[in-house]
């Protein structure tokens, strides 16, 4: 049987993911506070390939970095456009670790073109089914609502 055939979505398509993918960054890193975070992003494309990016920020009050390669990062980058994308990827999940004052976790799902918070009892079972780095047992943290921004196109779902 072949393999099915990934759909390759239009220009204008993949322009509005990419400004969403931005955006959602935008939103995202003040959300999760001052300190070091680590972003992991799995994705399972439409046909069935399973793909994961990871990305390490430093939150500071007026600005956050990388902790990364500008490779490392783009590839993260281009995951999560994809993912908001809507057509090459059926399914993916942002879980946000931090280690400062505990190891807690909090998790978005991809629906309709955005980041929307996931169920904490589907995140609990997502991060404790995930090798753990530390003794310490990592709090499940609900995830903040991430604000869509205006004038954006919403994509169709």
């Given at each position: 049987?072949?393999?099915?055939?990934?759909?390759?979505?239009?220009?204008?398509?993949?322009?509005?993911?990419?400004?969403?993918?931005?955006?959602?960054?935008?939103?995202?890193?003040?959300?999760?506070?001052?300190?070091?975070?680590?972003?992991?992003?799995?994705?399972?494309?439409?046909?069935?390939?399973?793909?994961?990016?990871?990305?390490?920020?430093s939150?500071?009050?007026?600005?956050?970095?990388?902790?990364?390669?500008?490779?490392e990062?783009?590839?993260?980058?281009?995951?999560l456009?994809?993912?908001?994308e809507?057509?090459?990827?059926?399914?993916?999940?942002?879980?946000?670790?931090?280690?400062?004052?505990?190891?807690?976790?909090?998790?978005?799902?991809?629906?309709?073109g955005?980041l929307?918070?996931?169920?904490t009892?589907?995140?609990?079972?997502?991060?404790?089914?995930?090798?753990?780095d530390?003794?310490?047992?990592?709090?499940?943290?609900?995830?903040?609502?991430?604000?869509?921004p205006?004038?954006?196109?919403?994509?169709?779902?």
């Amino acid at each position: 049987m072949p393999e099915p055939e990934l759909l390759r979505p239009d220009n204008t398509a993949t322009a509005l993911a990419m400004g969403r993918a931005l955006h959602a960054l935008t939103a995202l890193l003040p959300t999760l506070g001052e300190g070091s975070h680590a972003l992991n992003l799995n994705a399972e494309r439409t046909d069935g390939t399973q793909m994961s990016a990871d990305l390490h920020v430093s939150v500071e009050p007026d600005s956050w970095h990388v902790d990364h390669s500008a490779e490392e990062y783009g590839q993260f980058y281009m995951l999560l456009t994809f993912a908001l994308e809507n057509n090459t990827v059926r399914d993916a999940v942002l879980i946000a670790t931090t280690t400062d004052a505990g190891p807690r976790a909090c998790g978005w799902e991809v629906r309709a073109g955005w980041l929307h918070p996931m169920d904490t009892a589907e995140l609990h079972q997502t991060v404790t089914s995930m090798p753990a780095d530390d003794a310490a047992p990592l709090v499940v943290c609900h995830a903040p609502a991430l604000h869509y921004p205006h004038g954006m196109a919403k994509e169709r779902s």
